[in-house]
């Protein structure tokens, strides 16, 4: 199970941080990161981290937004810098394990203008 935290209300130009973290012990192998989606339209990839990699970002959020992984706590942190009123969406952390996505809850950010 995946528990995702730390959506708010910011303005344009804050920042927010997002953490997810697994109630059980995760991999260091395993992918991790953050989809986000606006109504009506399908959950998008924000930022993942996998072992032996560079972290990957949607291009739009590339240099305001930093994943990172502390895996002796089981948590993945989504930190978000100079956020845009088109960062507004839910949020979702995810992790891939074999071929199986599993997701936590959700959470809230909405950047006002």
């Known amino acids: 199970q995946l528990q995702a935290s730390g959506g708010g209300l910011v303005q344009a130009g804050g920042s927010l941080t997002l953490s997810c973290r697994a109630s059980r012990t995760i991999f260091s192998s395993v992918p991790m990161g953050w989809y986000r989606q606006t109504p009506g339209n399908s959950r998008d990839l924000v930022a993942r981290i996998r072992s032996g990699r560079d972290p990957d970002y949607k291009d739009s959020v590339r240099g305001r937004f930093t994943i990172s992984r502390d895996n002796a706590k089981n948590t993945v942190t989504l930190q978000m810098n100079s956020l845009k009123p088109e960062d507004t969406a839910v949020y979702y952390c995810?992790?891939?394990?074999?071929?199986?996505?599993?997701w936590g809850q959700g959470t809230l950010v909405t950047v006002s203008s």
């Open positions: 995810y992790a891939k394990i074999s071929s199986d996505y599993y």
